[in-house]
């Protein structure tokens, strides 16, 4: 099946990242494929550049990452809840005439649109939230 | 109240949970339904437990500068969505008569919440 996720958690602050990392592992360890994570409301930190955490922690930037390269799942974040928690690549920083950007790839800034894609596009959208 | 025979259906259904200032997850929940309704999917919402403070009418800014739903809500006509449900129980906690409501909704008993879901194929939680 393909199947997408919807993370509204904040890293570390909550549960839904970690839960949601374990379920993206479990089901591609199944044979299915994890097409796409959109990253809402408080999940879109997960997408922060400079996440810096303890080296006994697991770091869930990199998680995404590892997933990214190693299955090709596109990492989106949900533009206008990022601009206003401080996550912006280098063409917003820049429009905004802010110094340097807080997000890179592969998390890619995207609209809303994307997540109702992907719930109808997908065989499943599974929601983690706090 | 409607019974669950006369539930609507939809591409998308949008829950919210919340009420309004104190949390972005109701405005984030509507800003949702707007985007999705604006690409053409026909969209329900419905308002449970504190999300049902979405509806009171008459609501300002925030003291805190928050922005407030009310014109959210106002705006949802424009854009088709016309699918407003709000759980009874959770209205009559709040107080909350037909006369105190912004905007006209339908009230549906705790059992339509999951029948609802069943009617959609696509549900989003805020």
Redesign the interface.
Known sequence: MRYAL?VQGGPYSHQATHSALRFAEALIRRGHHLETVFF??DGVYNAARLLAPPQDEPHLGDAWRRLHDEHGTRLQVCI??GLRRGLLDEREASRHGKAGGSLEAPFELT???Q???A??SHDR?I?F?P | MSDESNLPSGDLLVVLRHGPHGSLWLREGLEAALVAAALGQRVSLLFMGPGVAALAANQQRGPLEQKGTLPMLEMLPLYEVEQLLAVEDDLVALGLGAECLAVPVERVGPAAVAALMARHPLVLNF
């Open positions: 919807l809402y409301h206008a809840a609209g809303l649109g997540l109702v894609d719930g109808l959208l929601t939230a």
